[in-house]
């Protein structure tokens, strides 16, 4: 049961990742004038990351995908997984969703996949931004999780507003209450409480998403996906030429480091990669190439 559902969102995951890695390749590639054109543009180092269980068996792996160094991004990943085997009691207590599920500790097996996306930008008036979808099935229980949210260190008003408005014109298909529930939810789990500011400009964001109706949850999965280039390409377009000085790049770096607080300390899908043995530097791909803390 379930295979038919596990292996068509695996390969929607799967496809999304190539949409984006040949969206942020060409945005390399017509970089042709203002800051960094003179660099070669970017490429994608892809690397298969592997699993393994405690016993030694297969576990699943992925795909992780970082540019270094490119006109436009100074560093970017985006990275899909399919793991699966049995959680341990620190991996329950780490799963974002659905804990204490029952029976869940007589049958603690798992299946779970998705996409992963961070772009630290090269020109400071680019924002930074994250994106995930993922689906994770138990025996006992089944849900989606994800959306995506835009960090940047320099806020423009319209970034923001076209940013939010392409996300609701993609989740309004499915019902008006989506939105404002799923930008709520971000806003609240973006927050960083020791610094007692949000991590960036919010976006939307969902944990737990079981309605019981697969195919309806897979199609608001797919398009909180979908949402993502049409959001925030044309920010990078519109902001990869504007010149900058000294105090916008600190500006940025200082940014960056509020970033890097918060994935190590809140993050849960960090916290759930690691407690669950997935490739360190896949899980730590989010973090920037370069921060600084004042």
Known sequence: MFETEKSTAAAWFRDLRDQIVAA??????????????????????????QRQSDDGTDAGG????????????????????????TLGERAQAAMAARKGIPGMADDPRFWASGISLVAHMQNPHAPAVHMNTRMFWTPHAWWFGGGSDLNPCIEYAE??????????????????????????????YFYIPHRKRARGVGGIFMDDLCTHDWQADFALTQDIGRAFLPAYLPLVERRRLQDFGEAEKEAQLVHRGLYAEYNLVYDRGTKFGLETGHDANAVLMSLPPLAKWI
């Not at 507003?161 to 529930?181: E, I, M, N, S, V």
Request: proline content about 5%; glycine content about 12%.
């Open 24 to 49: 942020f390749e060409g945005l390399e590639d017509s970089h042709s004038t203002g800051p960094f054109a003179d660099m070669a543009p970017g490429r994608f180092e892809v690397t298969e990351t």
């Open 62 to 85: 992925g795909l992780m995908s970082v540019m270094r160094g490119g006109r436009v991004f100074e560093k970017v990943g985006v990275n899909i997984s399919t793991v699966y085997g």
């Open 159 to 188: 970034d923001t507003a076209h940013f939010h408005a392409t996300q609701k014109a993609h989740l309004d298909p499915h019902g008006d209450g989506h939105y404002p529930r799923l930008k709520a939810w971000a806003d609240e």
